[in-house]
């Protein structure tokens, strides 16, 4: 597929319990100005079953166009089905660039979209822009203790996962107007090789979706041992928020890795983000910095957090936390 030929940039959709995944929603506000650049059109793609009503929204959230496939065999993501309706999708219509969720479903389809396609693939984008002069998506991502931004000058559609909440989730216009198009793309049951046999959701309290929450509650090195996260956890709970953590406590197995924020962990984007007992590396302000206010509490006036704080409070955390829960727990109570 030559790149002269192809045209328009296109989102992935992910869908989660009939919800759009806001990294789509993010998607498609950076796709519209990549599209204004390029004098292209945005289009969502969304594949599952009984998504009709998403096309709407897909719309609402900048896209003129939403190509809708729907079928029984969407019904859950599978790497063989959402590959195949993917990729005959793109053979068919030949977007310039295919922007896909850096997220557990995307990073699977991403790579088996872009082998079928023998085209190339940057995953894990934390920004993505078109350069003016040669009309080429630039990608960015972080490479060990830099960033490196490459291009794919040969690849039809250009395409990369990006992670959530690197852009911002733009405003829907429930009375914007746009085309839905409807494809017929069948997938045999046989030719999707994974079966599911039963879905097991993880108990509330174990579950964490910390590109989703919108305060954050992390721990690092100065937590000092695993147990003291449950004065994080009691803070979060009162807050309604999640507990977080810096990659030397999960190194250090105090918490799982999916609380991990940084640049090896989660990009996060909460209203609030309250660090306590971190002291700030690059790494981890890669994974938060963008957050709406941050809150730092660190015993050491001089730590690197204290620079990207809203608010800093320079104190034992083992004395501020139980305060600050108390207080809020006081606030909630009347
Ligand atoms: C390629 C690469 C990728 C990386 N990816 C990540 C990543 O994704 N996420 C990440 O977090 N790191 C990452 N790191 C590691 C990063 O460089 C730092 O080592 C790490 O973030 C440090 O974690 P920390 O702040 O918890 O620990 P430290 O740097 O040891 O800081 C602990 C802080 O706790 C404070 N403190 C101690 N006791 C108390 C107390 N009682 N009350 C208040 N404050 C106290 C100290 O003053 C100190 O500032 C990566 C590193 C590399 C090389």
Known sequence: MGRENSKNVWVFIEVYDNKIRNVSLELLGQGRVIADQLGEKLVGVVIGDNIAGLANEVIAYGAETAIVVSGNEYKDYSTDGFANALTA????????????????????????????????????????????????????????????????????????????????????????????????????????????????KTVQGETVNLEEAEIIVSGGRGMKGPENFAILKELADILGGSVGASRAAVDADWMPYAHQVGQTGKTVKPKIYLACGISGAIQHLAGMSSSDLIIAINKDPEAPIFNVADFGIVGDLFEVVPLLTKEFRRIKNG
């Not at 934390?126 to 291009?151: F, H």
């Not at 996962?161 to 852009?167: A, E, I, P, Q, W």
Request: with cysteine; hydrophobic share 35%; proline share 6%.
């Open 89 to 200: 999708l793109v053979k068919k219509y030949a977007p310039s660039v295919l922007l896909i969720g850096a997220t557990r479903n995307g990073k699977d389809l991403a790579p088996r979209v872009a082998g079928r396609l023998e085209t190339g693939l940057i995953a894990d984008c934390t920004d993505i822009e078109v350069n003016s002069e040669d009309r080429l998506v630039e990608w960015t991502k972080p490479a060990g203790n830099m960033m490196s931004t490459s291009i794919c000058p040969d690849s039809s559609p250009q395409m990369g996962t990006v992670r959530s909440n690197v852009f911002k989730k733009p405003a829907p216009d429930y009375n914007r107007a746009g085309e839905i198009v409807a494809e017929d793309i069948g997938t045999k049951a046989d030719d999707i090789r994974t079966k599911i046999v039963e879905i097991i």
